[in-house]
Nanobody
Framework: QVQLVESGGGLVQPGGSLRLSCSASGFDFTIYAMMWYRQIPGKERELVARIGGGSRGRKTYAESVKGRFTVSRDNEKNMMFLEMSSLLINDTAVYYC???????WGKGTLVTVSS
């Protein structure tokens, strides 16, 4: 059974940092590309970052987070990460882990950027 579980969300001040984790199970994590999405209530889900499969998966980012967010993966631990820095109020959203090939989503973790 495919499972994706996000963690690491919370309340952070503008300019702060946060690290999100996605724990994967039930499939061969190593070979699949993985993605981070985010969603603000009332708006469509937005792609934040993508990392290709394998040990040197290509990384791509939304323009709005380039230079501030870094996606990475640990294939031995079946985990994906999103390092977020210089956080802005507009980064407030529920962040989701997504396995596009399997069309599977995690339940999300809430990130709130507020002073």
């Amino acid at each position: 059974q495919v499972q994706l579980v996000e963690s690491g969300g919370g309340l952070v001040q503008p300019g702060g940092s946060l690290r999100l984790s996605c724990s994967a199970s039930g499939f061969d994590f190593t070979i699949y590309a993985m993605m981070w999405y985010r969603q603000i209530p009332g708006k469509e889900r937005e792609l934040v970052a993508r990392i290709g499969g394998g040990s040197r998966g290509r990384k791509t980012y939304a323009e709005s987070v380039k230079g501030r967010f870094t996606v990475s993966r640990d294939n031995e631990k079946n985990m994906m990460f999103l390092e977020m820095s210089s956080l802005l109020i507009n980064d407030t959203a529920v962040y989701y882990c997504h396995a596009p090939t399997l069309n599977h989503w995690g339940k999300g973790t809430l990130v709130t950027v507020s002073s």
